[in-house]
């Protein structure tokens, strides 16, 4: 069956430092990958997404950045936070001919 | 994507079958009825899809009206751990889908938090 890592699952980082949010994939291949960012008491708003390899596109313009290294791997980074960019992070994977998104637990960042 | 609308709160004795609502009066043809449940501090788990036939999988029963316009998630026998926050969404089946393109961006409304009591 397939799984969704997500990892740390929590994390406090001082205004200005940099990110590195990791989302790993099990058990499909090529899996199309999403970043999505709540506030709290908000919605899902999508960041990122990605159909493969090295294949990022942008939803929202901000000083956040993906990358996608290896096939079931997605990468969500900053060189700056910002107090802003506090919230649950989550990754989500949807397979080809489905339209199902998968969740995974999530990240926790609060920027200080 | 079709506007749903979902009570804001529900309270659901352990034990027994959870019916949460969801009006999406507004559906057109090709639209299916999806449903997530968001548990505190966790990211949405799927739990179950439908366009017209009414389904069922191992977590839970989804009833669509014969027109469409509203559906029924229903828990069959409530857990504490079903509290959570149910998200009714409706959207079409993107032919993209098939080819991987396209965003298929994900949108929540503010769902209905469910709370089981002992």
């Known amino acids: 069956s397939q799984t969704i890592h997500q990892w740390p699952a929590t994390l406090v980082q001082p205004v200005g430092s940099p990110l590195s949010l990791e989302c790993t994939v099990e058990g499909t291949s090529n899996p199309n990958l999403y970043w999505y960012r709540q506030a709290a008491g908000r919605g899902l708003q999508l960041l990122f997404y990605s159909v493969g390899i090295g294949q990022i596109s942008s939803e929202v313009p901000q000083n956040l950045s993906a990358s996608r290294p290896q096939d079931r791997q997605f990468i969500l980074s900053s060189k700056k936070l910002l107090l802003s960019d506090s919230g649950f992070y989550l990754c989500?994977?949807?397979?080809?001919?489905?339209?199902?998104?998968?969740f995974g637990p999530g990240t926790r960042l609060t920027v200080l | 994507d079709a506007k749903t609308t979902q009570p804001p709160s529900m309270d659901c004795a352990e034990g027994r079958a959870a019916n949460l609502p969801c009006n999406h009066s507004?559906?057109?043809?090709?639209?299916?009825v999806y449903w997530y449940r968001q548990i505190h501090s966790q990211g949405p788990q799927y739990i179950i899809h439908?366009?017209?036939n009414n389904e069922t999988n191992e977590m839970a029963s989804l009833i669509i009206t014969e027109d469409r316009k509203s559906s029924t998630l229903i828990l069959p026998h409530a857990t504490l751990r079903d509290t959570a926050v149910y998200y009714c969404i409706v959207r079409a089946r993107t032919g993209l889908a098939y080819s991987g393109a396209g965003s298929y961006q994900l949108t929540f409304g503010k769902g209905t938090k469910l709370s089981v009591i002992p």
């Open positions: 989500a994977w949807r397979g080809w001919g489905t339209d199902t998104q998968y």
């Open positions: 507004t559906i057109s043809g090709n639209e299916y």
């Open positions: 439908g366009l017209k």
